[in-house]
């Protein structure tokens, strides 16, 4: 029956009127007779079996509609029912009382001065409230002169009951016509409030914060599945609780009193640590209740992590551990040693080595070691972009801060590496502007957008690298002296090749391998006087010159075994740099070697220079050495 229209008739002759009306539309709308209380009996079954509009008339349409839950419809008398009515009264006396409820008295004012010109009668009216005023009304009435009354079942039975004259009022066919499309348009609102309704509880239920509402009384309306959880209280027993009884420190009643909202404000509840919004709910500027969100503060701080790390980790994530940094010299183990200790600790990091030594491998292998491995890594040489383009990068900006600023702005390579690793290659080329902007990155954990007034918190921890002496270099007042002292709280040294000399078989070997899979091409290795011939070098470019002169041999060597002759011919593009001045050389290979070298590297470096036009910065690039080194050499030749 969910749904349906039920008829609950007062009398035999309305049931008969209905049940026609009923048939002649081919309704499924069930007629129920039962006047007063055995119709309410009946209307309250109706409802219990799923009706979803109850069609009545008169006294008994107004107590049903007092003690169901489900929409009624009351049919009001129309004039024309009065009017009928007092036609049929007329046969009787032309002294009329008309009794009923406030509908009747309506429907008879609205034709009075029709009927004191049609009818030549006197008509007197009494309204009730409730059937027990009935009999008070007859008598009244009958003092007054009438003789006959006109009114509903109730009435007709008790004005009989004193052997009176009675006229029953009816209905027409047409207010039952009426009532009943305008039963259909309510079911059809009554559907789509509940499917809104179910909508609602739905996102009510299933919102990842705790939702609490309340009426103006104080009394709890809405307490979905989470505030449930974080209270430990059930639904059943907050619903119709004042809401101080069931949440502790919840301020809506305040919020309730001063219609005014409150915003992000930080409270425990039970022991959890939560941010709350408190929202009036306003009603024709009145404040008819208030509904409160509650968010954990550890869930925010989690999902932030996540969302950051859904959107910006692609192409910041460390792929380096430090089983992949070949060699097991005594210098480079010291190094990973000391690095695997520092990956255990929170503290700043300061990476120095020469260029080509592996800084940016050992700060991918410290993330990956640490806390942090599963946050963001994200890596920036400083050297590589202007002043003003590397604070944007690394700050960030809002829409506007500047001309040529992307729409909607754009987030910092510091924010982005919330939570993980902001590892800053050559930071000896920071300006001296951005360091005080950086310094206090690293003190206060906290960013500020170009443009921007609004403090952004960050968890990041720094690790710098540079191919200079930064001491050296804050003597020369070319960077921050409190920079510097914050940047160095752990400082690592990274070997430059020449010192690690054993591990360039190890290296060769690797670089082989890698690299005839990249070109696709096979490659026998290299015989003993080539790899001999490596070993002499000084390296300036350390492992990034190693590796490139490899790259060159394996495709010169085209399926054949790498040996002198196409070292020789590799060679001859890539300069055979001096040794380092630590090194010692023997008697025999100062006699048979020092001279060559020297010769094939004046011959490399002046044979670049011509092909770039004397430009030494790509002249540097094409040997794989820094402008510094070159102009080193250039002096050194001179």
Sequence with gaps: ??????????DEKFTQYSKDVVERLNEDIDVIEGSFSVGLGKARKAERDGAGIIISRGGTGKLIKNNVSVPVVNIDFSSYDVINSLSRAMDYSHDI???????????????????????????????????REIEGCVNLLYKKGSRVFIGGHQVVESVESKRLDAVLIETGKTAIIDAIKYSHRLLEVQKI???????????????????LGIDQKGKVTVFNPVIQRLTGISYDDAIGELVDNVVENSRMTKVLKSGESELGEIQKIKGTTIITNRVPIIVDNKTVGVVATFQEVEKIQKMETHIRTKLHAKGHVAKTNFEDIIGNSSAISNSKAKATLYSQVESTILIQGETGTGKELFSQSIHNASGRRDKPFVAVNCAALPENLLESELFGYVEGAFTGARKGGKTGLFELAHGGTIFLDEISEMSMSIQARFLRVIQEKEVVRLGDDKIIPVDIRVIGATNRDLLKQVQEMKFREDLYYRLCVLTLEIPPLRMRKDD???????????????????????????????????????????????????????????????????????????????????????????????????????????????????????????????????????
């Design 97 to 131: 009382g008309i009794i009923g409820f406030e509908d009747l008295a309506d429907a008879y004012e609205s034709v009075r001065t029709i009927l004191e010109k049609t009818f030549k009668a006197s008509i007197n009216v009494c309204t009730i409230s409730s059937t």
């Design 504 to 638: 360039i078989h190890d290296l060769v070997d690797y670089f082989l391998m890698e690299k005839s899979r990249e070109l696709n091409i096979k490659t026998k290795g290299i015989d003993h006087d080539a790899m001999a011939r490596l070993l002499l070098y000084d390296w300036p470019g350390n492992i990034r010159q190693l590796e490139n002169l490899v790259e060159r041999c394996v495709v010169l060597s085209r399926d054949k075994e790498i040996s002198v002759e196409v070292m020789d011919e590799a060679i001859s593009g890539i300069p055979q740099l001096g040794r380092g001045e630590d090194y010692q050389y023997t008697e025999h290979e100062y006699d048979g070697k020092k001279g060559v070298l020297k010769q094939i590297e004046k011959d490399t470096i002046m044979n670049v220079l011509e092909e770039t036009g004397g430009n030494k910065t790509l002249a540097a690039e094409k040997l794989g050495i820094s402008v510094t080194t070159l102009w080193r050499k250039l002096k050194s030749m001179e």
């Design 193 to 211: 409030e509940k499917e809104k309704a179910a909508i609602l509880k739905s996102i009510i239920d299933f919102a990842y914060d705790g939702i």
């Design 1 to 10: 029956m969910y749904g349906k229209i039920v008829i609950i008739s007062p």
